[in-house]
């Protein structure tokens, strides 16, 4: 998609279609003033009437209007003037964008008043790049279709660029989640890595199964033994600071299929498990905006990459596995299997040097009881790492909430056997038992866990993003990487 500022008025622009925004308090200012007069009052018409109410989100198509070149302006609401925030532009511009993506357009336009377009043109141009691109990989006959030009009014080149940036690490993350687990499996996840390792000069490790299990990665490869399909741990770097700066980590879970190994899923539990990569995906989209932004610090990203299958050959109920740190874990049941990919991939993030640590992953369905579909849970071992991260979401509009690791509930993953088991005791605190496990192969390096179960996939479409994989948290995570 091609991404530009443009100098041309709104009412001159003659593209399929032009995008204005407006604000709950009927104030009518910079192109939204300008396309007012310019039809005649149309917009303070309908705000007169109540038919526009500026609200956050709210999308009004006005067709073939006199008075303005383009073919249809989409008029988007912001709500709120005084509490606008980044996380509101982008979702607006994300919602015309997938509104006019239902049919293919050349051209489209965004107009939001000028010091607005200029402070949020990168979320404006990220916001309307992941709403025109859809889930529909494999239709003939597309329910969404990308823009070939996008124009941003206001706001610098750099900014546009960033935003596209952003927009296409965001859809990066969404179309490998979106790809069934027969196209996405951990060799062809690693393949495109390296393809983005080349294409934005990350250093890139693979490791294989050989390598695995040189370096003793013993849970993770538990988890994979029953399939076919061997494992990969990649590991990707940017050096954007000082050679001597230990590097941020990024960790994902990367289970390209979980079918609950023998601890089966039931057939609807499992129908949406090609999106248990998600973590993943997120640690690469980010590493993508990373390295083109040419962030100034030093990130790593590694994401582990297994499938949990069934076979003569899967890991068993009883099974004691031992970790990379050393540790031993009995398996009690192996869809608890995000853990125990993650467990070495924490201790290869270590080893690397990390003085500090984000694992995202889709870990447990106890999150989505504790918050819902649409909020992140963060557990942390170190407050002040956690509220860095909790800012950062808040700041790009993206919903996460603290979760408590109060030392009892580490009691329920001792185990008689090994050095823990690797459920607790019944479901109840399942993210935060998840979470006391994981505790265990960060030691004292400051580590946040993001457990991303409900927003990482969705089963219905949001007004700015299609159902599907939705790339949450690519932007909290770049966020995270130029603040720290
Ligand atoms: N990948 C699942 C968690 C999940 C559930 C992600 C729903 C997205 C949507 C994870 O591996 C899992 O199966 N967790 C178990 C843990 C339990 C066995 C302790 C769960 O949540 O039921
Ligand atoms: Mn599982
Ligand atoms: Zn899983």
Redesign the pocket.
Known sequence: MDCQITHVSACQCDGDAIVVAIFADGVLEGAAAEVNEATGGVLSQLYETQELKGSHGELTTILAPAGVQARQIVVVGLGDRETLQRGCVFKAAGAAARRLAEKPRRSVAFYFEAEIAADFCADGVAGAIVGCVGQDLYRADKTRHPFESIFWCGGTEDDVRAGQIMGDSVNLTRRLVNEPASEIYPISFATACETLASETGLEIEVWDQKRLEQERCGALLGVSQGSAQPPRLVILKHQGGKKEDAPLALVG?G?TF?S?GL?L?PSD?MK??K??M?GAATVVGAMHAIALEKVPVNVIGLVGLVE?MVSGASYKLGDVLTARNGKTIEVL?T?????LVLADVLDVAIEQGADRIVDL????????VALGTDVAGLMTNNQGWCEQIADAAQNVGEAAWQLPMFREYGEQIKSQVADIK???EG?WG?AI??AKFLEEFVGETAWVHMDI??P??SEKPKAWVDAGGSGAFVRTLVEVAKKS
Do not use: H, P, Q, Y
């Open positions: 879970k289970v979980d609950g601890s899923k539990g949406a498990m999106c248990d998600a949990n049941n869809d608890a299997e995000g853990r992953a889709t870990l447990t369905g106890a999150c989505l690797n459920i607790g479901r399942g038992t998840a179960a409900g990482a996939f």
